[in-house]
């Protein structure tokens, strides 16, 4: 069975620990150690966990190694993020949300999961991501709540 290379944001390790996500959560990070996804994850997620409480962390310290992938920063994530923002797919005071679908894009992610639907899991946000990802070469990768990947054992 494929290993899905999933790009996770921050939401989703929070969400391990918030009532109306955390079974979902959780489950997700089962999966992730049952070898079912790979978690990618960026410097933007790193910066954003450091400010997170110590518990949101550890879900992301308690991974094995053998479960990440670390996308690192480059030019191409910044300036694809900087496409997103141009096309006013989100404004300025959400310049992480679109770094992250930029880290996935060029990370060329399987699928991009978070809790975040305003910014990230929105059918209006996701075809704007879609649309400039397409114009500047890159994937249309899909975007789904925890929810939606989960096993259903």
């Given at each position: 069975m494929k290993k899905f290379r999933v790009y996770v944001d921050t939401s989703v390790f929070g969400g391990c620990?918030?009532?109306?996500?955390?079974?979902?959560?959780?489950k997700f990070?089962?999966?992730?150690?049952?070898?079912?996804?790979?978690?990618?994850?960026?410097a933007?997620?790193?910066?954003?966990?450091?400010?997170?409480?110590?518990?949101?962390q550890s879900v992301l310290l308690?991974?094995?190694?053998?479960?990440?992938?670390?996308?690192?920063?480059?030019?191409?994530?910044?300036?694809l993020r900087d496409a997103y923002l141009a096309a006013g797919i989100v404004g300025p005071k959400s310049t992480l949300d679109a770094e992250h679908i930029a880290a996935a894009s060029v990370a060329v992610a399987d699928l991009i999961v978070s809790w975040n639907f305003k910014h990230i899991v929105h059918f209006d946000k996701i075809r704007g991501y879609h649309s400039v990802n397409l114009v500047k070469g890159y994937g249309?990768?899909?975007?789904?709540?925890?929810?939606e990947v989960v096993s259903n054992d």
């Open positions: 620990f918030d009532k109306e996500f955390q079974q979902h959560s959780l990070f089962d999966d992730v150690r049952q070898g079912r996804f790979l978690v990618l994850v960026s933007t997620s790193f910066r954003e966990l450091e400010l997170a409480p110590a518990n949101v308690k991974l094995p190694d053998t479960c990440l992938e670390v996308v690192e920063p480059a030019q191409e994530i910044f300036d249309m990768i899909p975007i789904h709540s925890p929810r």
